[in-house]
């Protein structure tokens, strides 16, 4: 027989009631504890009754299969709260129960860790910001003063050229004219002076031979010169310069004075993202079972099997050695199939936000979306091709793209067709991603909760993990607990608590990172491990290579 704690006696009064289960909150009577006991599932904690831990001041939700119950335990496996009624069900057997008085713990939990994040952390951070704002307002304010000083100096110049050079110049160029002008007209004047001198000779001489009575005289002595005066020297035309002054080309002048470069004025990340209220309120922290449990296996039909992708929880994106991708619900059923436009095999594929089907297209250099089954190109490269693919939070693309030499390789962020992004090189220039081609050359891709951009570098055996801002976090090149061989990572996902899941084909296992890089575990029950996706309730789905199967594994 047994009693719940909300009752305060049995029917023989509280003499029966010799045991208390502190796990379940039930009271035992001496014949039922053995019953109690029996499911070795369920860690029980059996007391004596009169050493039972008063019962705590709570108010348990009411089971919505029994109203009459309060929900006291906490199914791990079903993820929900259950009552005495439900465990006593078969439904629960053999599942792992919890107290749901230690949900709270985990809440309390997440609030530690908040208040130390803000007070260690953010609350530092932003004084450093603000310290630092008032040292670039110091230095914004002697920048600005060297501008005022450059603009002034050139100015300076600027009036000592235009005197030197233009006025004195144009001052030369009119004193040099004056000086021919002059001299030509006093050449004239020279003439006609002389030409004057002469006329008054013969006036006089003229006269004076009037004046004579010698005969040899007036017919010998004159000869005219009245014809040489009557044809008058040439007149001189001088035309006077004049000064035309030009219209200021302002435009032109502010080009020729210098120019200034634009201001710019950006923002980017600070190297961590801030949590929101809903975080406070999120779902508790989810422990990584010590062995992971295989759900179920679902057979594609391919061979080899390259990519998995989660359209719903009950539905699969896959893709292998082939034009065709082929979406499976988790019977194994074939829903529909989808040929790429061009008749190419995909490079890879990856589900929006919004439920639509995007590929890349190594051959013809695009990236295409299926929207109603009919298929549209979002993207055409230009001395680039794109490789691998994901969809954001934010529903913008990341392509994974390989220079046509090879000889460079980057991550570009999309908006529909528009570029937004590209990262490339970390602080010191250098690459931050493999480059070169071989079989050994791909790269996967994966957005994280807290918005890093994850690679997997199969090229060069490490992970490449990188903020939102595109600034280099940490990179991962494999655990020693792991590595039977050379770590070789093929595929990338994260999950809810932004855990980085990576596949690694030479060693069969699958790699959980947490978000700042730390192995925390692995999961060893595949067989030669490729793509990976996780659905909403953190079930991790791998895309065996050579078998074309996807497993789906519970890990936490």
Same mark, same amino acid.
Not at 301 to 319: K, Q
């Given at each position: 027989?047994?009693?719940?704690?909300?009752? /305060?006696?049995?029917?023989?009064?509280?003499?029966?009631?010799?045991?208390?289960?502190?796990?379940?909150?039930?009271?035992?009577?001496?014949?039922?504890?053995?019953?109690?006991?029996?499911?070795?599932?369920?860690? =029980?904690?059996?007391?004596?009754?009169?050493?039972? !831990?008063?019962?705590?001041?709570?108010?348990?939700?009411?089971?919505?299969?029994?109203?009459?119950? @309060?929900?006291?335990?906490?199914?791990?496996?079903?993820?929900?709260?259950?009552?005495?009624?439900?465990?006593?069900?078969?439904?629960?057997?053999?599942?792992?129960?919890?107290?749901?008085?230690?949900?709270?713990?985990?809440? !309390?939990?997440?609030?530690?860790?908040?208040?130390?994040?803000?007070?260690?952390?953010?609350?530092?951070?932003?004084?450093?910001?603000?310290?630092?704002?008032?040292?670039?307002?110091?230095?914004?304010?002697?920048?600005?003063?060297?501008?005022?000083?450059?603009?002034?100096?050139?100015?300076?110049?600027?009036?000592?050229?235009?005197?030197?050079?233009?006025?004195?110049?144009?001052?030369?160029?009119?004193?040099?004219?004056?000086?021919?002008?002059?001299?030509?007209?006093?050449?004239?004047?020279?003439?006609?002076?002389?030409?004057?001198?002469?006329?008054? *000779?013969?006036?006089?001489?003229?006269?004076?031979?009037?004046?004579?009575?010698?005969?040899?005289?007036?017919?010998?002595?004159?000869?005219?010169?009245?014809?040489?005066?009557?044809?008058?020297?040439?007149?001189?035309?001088?035309?006077?310069?004049?000064?035309?002054?030009?219209?200021?080309?302002?435009?032109?002048?502010? *080009?020729?004075?210098?120019?200034?470069?634009?201001?710019?004025?950006?923002?980017?990340?600070?190297?961590?993202?801030?949590?929101?209220?809903?975080?406070?309120?999120?779902?508790?922290?989810?422990?990584?079972? @010590?062995?992971?449990?295989? /759900?179920?296996?679902? #057979?594609?039909?391919?061979?080899?099997?390259?990519?998995?992708?989660?359209?719903?929880?009950?539905?699969?994106?896959?893709?292998?050695?082939?034009?065709?991708?082929?979406?499976?619900?988790?019977?194994?059923?074939?829903?529909?199939?989808?040929?790429?436009?061009?008749?190419?095999?995909?490079?890879? /594929?990856?589900?929006?936000?919004?439920?639509?089907?995007?590929?890349?297209?190594?051959?013809?250099?695009?990236?295409?979306?299926? !929207?109603?089954?009919?298929?549209?190109?979002?993207?055409?490269?230009? #001395?680039?091709?794109?490789?691998?693919?994901?969809?954001?939070?934010?529903?913008?693309?990341?392509?994974?793209?390989?220079?046509?030499?090879?000889?460079?390789?980057?991550?570009?962020?999309?908006?529909?067709?528009?570029?937004?992004?590209?990262?490339?090189?970390?602080?010191?220039?250098?690459?931050?991603?493999?480059?070169?081609?071989?079989? *050994?050359?791909?790269?996967?891709?994966?957005?994280?909760?807290?918005?890093?951009? $994850?690679?997997?570098?199969?090229?060069?055996?490490?992970?490449?993990?990188?903020?939102?801002?595109?600034?280099?976090?940490?990179?991962?090149?494999?655990?020693?607990?792991?590595?039977?061989?050379?770590?070789?990572?093929?595929?990338?996902?994260?999950?809810?608590?932004? *855990?980085?899941?990576?596949?690694?084909?030479?060693?069969? $296992?699958?790699?959980?990172?947490? =978000?700042?890089?730390?192995?925390?575990?692995?999961?060893?029950?595949?067989?030669?491990?490729?793509?990976?996706?996780?659905?909403?309730?953190?079930?991790?789905?791998?895309?065996?290579?050579?078998?074309?199967?996807?497993?789906? /594994?519970?890990?936490?």
């Amino acid at each position: 027989m047994v009693y719940t704690k909300l009752e /305060i006696k049995d029917r023989r009064g509280d003499s029966a009631l010799q045991s208390h289960c502190e796990l379940c909150q039930i009271n035992l009577c001496k014949a039922c504890v053995g019953d109690h006991l029996s499911d070795s599932s369920i860690r =029980h904690n059996v007391v004596p009754y009169k050493h039972r !831990k008063s019962t705590p001041n709570v108010n348990y939700p009411k089971c919505p299969n029994h109203t009459e119950k @309060h929900c006291e335990l906490y199914c791990e496996k079903c993820d929900n709260s259950v009552c005495s009624t439900c465990i006593s069900s078969d439904k629960h057997h053999g599942h792992k129960l919890t107290d749901i008085l230690q949900i709270p713990s985990f809440i !309390k939990e997440i609030l530690n860790n908040d208040l130390k994040e803000l007070e260690q952390r953010i609350f530092p951070t932003y004084e450093g910001i603000a310290s630092d704002l008032n040292s670039e307002k110091i230095i914004l304010e002697k920048h600005y003063e060297k501008l005022t000083t450059a603009v002034t100096k050139q100015g300076e110049e600027w009036h000592r050229e235009i005197n030197i050079i233009i006025v004195n110049k144009k001052k030369f160029e009119i004193d040099e004219m004056k000086t021919k002008h002059l001299a030509a007209l006093n050449k004239k004047d020279n003439e006609i002076k002389k030409i004057i001198s002469d006329v008054k *000779q013969c006036i006089i001489d003229l006269k004076k031979i009037l004046g004579s009575n010698d005969v040899s005289i007036l017919t010998s002595a004159y000869k005219s010169r009245n014809t040489e005066f009557r044809s008058l020297p040439r007149k001189i035309n001088i035309s006077l310069p004049s000064f035309s002054s030009h219209q200021i080309n302002r435009e032109l002048l502010h *080009q020729m004075f210098g120019s200034m470069s634009a201001l710019f004025i950006t923002t980017e990340e600070h190297g961590f993202t801030m949590k929101t209220l809903e975080t406070v309120f999120c779902p508790p922290i989810k422990p990584l079972l @010590h062995e992971p449990e295989l /759900i179920t296996t679902i #057979g594609t039909g391919f061979g080899p099997l390259y990519s998995v992708n989660c359209l719903s929880n009950e539905e699969i994106w896959t893709w292998g050695n082939d034009k065709i991708m082929k979406l499976y619900n988790l019977q194994g059923k074939l829903l529909k199939s989808i040929q790429t436009k061009s008749g190419n095999i995909p490079c890879d /594929i990856a589900v929006t936000s919004s439920g639509d089907l995007v590929y890349t297209d190594y051959s013809t250099r695009t990236v295409n979306i299926v !929207k109603n089954d009919q298929i549209q190109e979002v993207i055409r490269l230009q #001395g680039w091709k794109p490789y691998y693919i994901c969809s954001t939070s934010s529903g913008d693309l990341l392509v994974i793209m390989d220079s046509d030499n090879y000889t460079q390789s980057k991550v570009v962020r999309y908006s529909g067709s528009t570029e937004k992004q590209t990262i490339q090189f970390d602080s010191e220039d250098k690459s931050l991603f493999s480059s070169g081609f071989n079989t *050994q050359s791909t790269k996967y891709i994966s957005e994280n909760r807290n918005l890093d951009i $994850c690679v997997a570098d199969n090229r060069a055996g490490a992970v490449v993990v990188v903020n939102q801002a595109g600034k280099l976090r940490f990179r991962y090149t494999g655990h020693p607990s792991t590595n039977k061989g050379t770590f070789n990572p093929v595929g990338i996902t994260t999950d809810s608590q932004s *855990q980085i899941l990576i596949s690694d084909y030479n060693n069969h $296992c699958i790699h959980i990172l947490d =978000h700042d890089g730390q192995f925390l575990s692995y999961v060893d029950n595949c067989d030669l491990p490729c793509g990976l996706c996780v659905d909403t309730r953190d079930n991790l789905f791998v895309a065996e290579y050579l078998s074309g199967k996807v497993k789906k /594994i519970r890990y936490m």
